[in-house]
């Protein structure tokens, strides 16, 4: 599937606008065997490149594309007993493009100002557009700009945390490139996988995406204010979430209006004050 997203074509790596001291590498693919924390996982899928024949296939192709996840695995688990260390809330926040992502972490951080410090860390293929918007609003954030590579990985997030004072954070949010399919299979040291789904954009993304939504601790169920317009089903979109993403807590909210978020915000400080315990 990378193959044809554009993940691993080529590009740079760069976190806070700077090259990541690592080359990054995609010339296998993602989600051969892998078991998120928190029931996810991606479907397999090749990144098979122009020059694939030059590899055998069978065994030898399988332990490296099972290397690189297991690595991934590995120092997402480091990222994890870090962050609990500093006694950090981590958040992973992903969606398709155009979800609300940036919207929803900007209002939630605005609201917790007085109670709670937030940072982010932003992923996206191109431009730090999301980042600026973020940063103008006075939340603390470190832009990764991937390129080409369709996901945020678990060591991008520890290069980006390095830029981050987490001693003066309660909450990181990672807001995840726009994609349902590819960061479904890389956990990334979070504490909750936090999947949208927008009115705006059908009622059958849980069906359509499985992997993704099977993944999530949280289903947020974005843009409230404009499913009239847009003709949205919702007890058909709930069937979908409750039959793919039965294990999930479900919010329904307008980031923009505030309809729907004292209860999120609620959610949220709870987590907090079980993750400083």
């Not at 927008?198 to 992997?211: A, F, I, M, V």
């Amino acid at each position: 599937m990378c193959q044809e997203c554009g993940c691993g074509i080529g590009g740079e790596v760069k976190i806070g606008g700077r090259p990541a001291s690592a080359a990054h590498s995609h010339s296998t693919h993602h989600g051969d065997g892998h078991s998120h924390e928190h029931g996810g996982g991606g479907a397999p899928h090749s990144h098979a490149h122009d020059d694939a024949t030059a590899f055998p296939p069978g065994r030898q192709t399988v332990a490296v594309q099972r290397g690189l996840l297991e690595k991934n695995e590995r120092l997402a688990e480091r990222n994890r007993g870090f962050f609990r260390a500093k006694k950090l809330l981590v958040l992973n926040v992903l969606s398709s493009p155009g979800s609300g992502k940036t919207t929803l972490i900007q209002k939630t951080a605005a609201i917790l100002a007085s109670r709670l410090r937030v940072g982010v860390i932003v992923g996206d293929l191109a431009t730090d557009n999301d980042a600026a918007r973020l940063r103008e609003a006075g939340i603390p954030v470190v832009q990764v700009t991937t390129g080409t590579v369709c996901h945020l990985e678990a060591e991008m997030i520890a290069k980006a945390a390095e830029r981050l004072d987490l001693d003066a954070l309660d909450v990181l949010i990672i807001e995840n490139v726009g994609n349902l399919v590819c960061p479904a299979a890389y956990d990334l040291g979070e504490d909750l996988r936090i999947v949208l789904l927008s009115t705006t954009e059908g009622e059958d993304k849980p069906l359509k995406y499985p992997p993704m939504f099977h993944s999530a601790d949280v289903a947020v169920v974005t843009k409230s204010d404009l499913a009239a317009a847009a003709g949205f089903d919702r007890a058909q979109a709930l069937a979908a979430l409750h039959r793919i993403a039965h294990h999930a807590r479900i919010f329904e909210l307008s980031a923009r209006t505030g309809d729907g978020m004292p209860a999120w915000i609620e959610y949220l400080e709870q987590q907090r004050a079980s993750a400083k315990r």
